[in-house]
């Protein structure tokens, strides 16, 4: 269970992150939140993969290191959604992929940080 929950906070995270786009650019929030988030979420399982291999290499795995599952994650969600979703004909001006490296980051390795400061 332990090793579930920084996944299942991280999928929380960037639903919530999709559901504010969505919101501020005043579009159906359900209707399409599909649409937004799918690509975020490959992005998210591929972050995800990536820091589960390290964490194997290096012997030690815990979801809520900032270094290296926090980054991988952040990367993995925030690379593979922009790529994906420029594939699949979404935007992606270059103000989209700021905005979204700031929130991502923000979400993905704030509460990471956060842990580590309070423990």
Do not use: N, Y
């Not at 960037?14 to 988030?37: N, Q």
């Not at 001006?93 to 979400?107: E, G, H, R």
């Amino acid at each position: 269970m332990k090793r579930l929950v920084p996944v299942v906070v991280d999928a929380l995270l960037v639903i919530l992150f999709c559901v504010i786009g969505r919101r501020s650019h005043d579009e159906a929030v359900i209707a399409g939140l599909l649409k937004t988030l799918w690509p975020f979420a490959i992005g998210l399982a591929i972050g995800w993969a990536a820091a589960i291999a390290v964490a194997r290499r290096a012997g030690r795995a815990d979801g809520t290191l900032l270094w290296p599952t926090g980054v991988l994650v952040w990367l993995g969600t925030l690379c593979g959604g922009m790529v994906l979703r420029a594939i699949s004909g979404q935007g992606v001006a270059f103000s989209f992929v700021l905005v979204a490296a700031t929130v991502l980051a923000l979400f993905l390795l704030g509460w990471r940080a956060a842990i580590r400061a309070l423990t």
